[in-house]
């Protein structure tokens, strides 16, 4: 009898220990969760981030605290950013710079497209200290792991850090979204039904397998904080080039890939304790992530408009768009715009180039933030 009265006590205390801010966070888990399946938005991530949510923030979870199993893979993989750094070899595996070489000159849109991170960062700094304002900034790279690690090496506050990991990857999905109403908004009908015939140059594989190698040695005198992140995004893409390693490159591209992407998603999740998440401060990084996304957007396609007041072969202000790390989102998003306003402008190759360079921009950028602060 005894037994039975203690499993109700225990049974009420819990259900007395739910707050109403847990419950927000059950809803906003389950929103995640649909935006996973209905509308496959990044289900590899969000799917396991929004059941994560609803995990840590059921009353005394033991999914988070002291030994509890989300808090030691978060000890494991994110505290020491191992998960980021793992990740970066499979994206790098995944990336063709074929595009990006053949036009070496689209690596300076990827760099233009960074601008909304600096801006974001300087907005932020009225309204939180600076390390945590420079980790907002990040979120405008629309690249998770980077916006990973460079706010847990600034040593944002878990609130904020939880924010901005939630924003990161949640712009990433809406990149469908976000993108196409600031490129029209900032284009004419004309501009983008410019045509830019794709007329590759041939590159070698010596070509291909010396970039990688070239561009961590560039970043590294140039930002040292960033050689871990261009280091391992640019090993992945080596052995994606190397042609030894085709089994391993397969591997680092799905099996890797996928696997680290859960492992990240619901281990991002132990960050999202209701109250350390619900209150003004997420709610106005939330707002400043977005506000450095469309800032980059458009500096993307304003310095590509600015580039055609100079030149005689114009170029589609569109691509300068794709110059941010969501890879391969963006480049589509803008490839079917394109479509959309003459069916025989094919702009895939050009926005591919961009994209790609926008993801080397992006982790450079975030080195830079490193070294100005560290």
Not at 8 to 30: C, N, P
Not at 129 to 134: F, V
Not at 259 to 271: D, K, N, P, V
Request: proline fraction near 5%; charged fraction near 10%; charge should be neutral.
């Amino acid at each position: 009898m005894d037994f039975i009265i203690d499993f109700l006590a225990d049974l009420f205390a819990s259900f007395g220990a739910l707050t109403w801010k847990q419950v927000v966070m059950w809803i906003i888990g389950g929103v995640l969760i649909f935006l996973a399946i209905k509308k496959e938005m990044e289900p590899t991530l969000l799917l396991p981030m929004g059941f994560g949510a609803i995990l840590v923030n059921i009353p005394f979870s033991g999914a988070i605290g002291e030994h509890g199993a989300l808090t030691e893979l978060f000890e494991a993989g994110i505290s020491n950013e191992l998960f980021p750094l793992i990740l970066f070899i499979g994206i790098g595996a995944m990336i063709d710079f074929g595009p990006l070489l053949s036009n070496p000159k689209l690596m300076f849109f990827g760099a233009a497209a960074q601008f909304g991170i600096f801006f974001t960062m300087f907005i932020a700094s009225f309204f939180f200290p600076i390390l945590d304002a420079a980790s907002i900034g990040i979120i405008g790279a629309a690249d998770g792991p980077t916006a990973i690690v460079v706010s847990q090496r600034l040593g944002a506050s878990p609130g904020v850090r939880a924010a901005i990991m939630v924003a990161a990857y949640s712009y990433m999905a809406l990149v469908p979204v976000i993108q196409p109403p600031v490129i029209k908004a900032l284009t004419t009908k004309k501009e983008r039904q410019i045509r830019m015939p794709y007329e590759p140059k041939e590159v070698t594989k010596l070509t291909r397998i010396l970039f990688p190698i070239v561009i961590t040695v560039i970043a590294g005198l140039i930002a040292p904080d960033s050689v871990s992140l261009v280091g391992f995004l640019m090993f992945g893409n080596l052995i994606r080039e190397c042609g030894v390693l085709n089994s391993l490159s397969d591997t680092a591209q799905n099996v890797l890939a996928n696997l680290i992407t859960i492992f990240l998603g619901i281990t991002i999740a132990t960050q999202m304790v209701a109250d350390q998440f619900i209150n003004f401060s997420t709610l106005l990084i939330i707002g400043l992530g977005l506000f450095a996304f469309v800032f980059d957007t458009a500096a993307g396609v304003l310095f590509a408009k600015l580039i055609n007041l100079f030149s005689k072969k114009k170029i589609n202000p569109m691509i300068g768009a794709t110059g941010i790390s969501a890879f391969p989102m963006s480049a589509r998003v803008v490839h079917k715009m394109g479509l959309e306003e003459d069916p025989q402008n094919f702009l895939l190759m050009h926005t591919i180039g961009v994209n790609v360079s926008g993801q080397i921009a992006s982790v450079i950028a975030g080195g830079m933030i490193l070294n100005m602060f560290l």
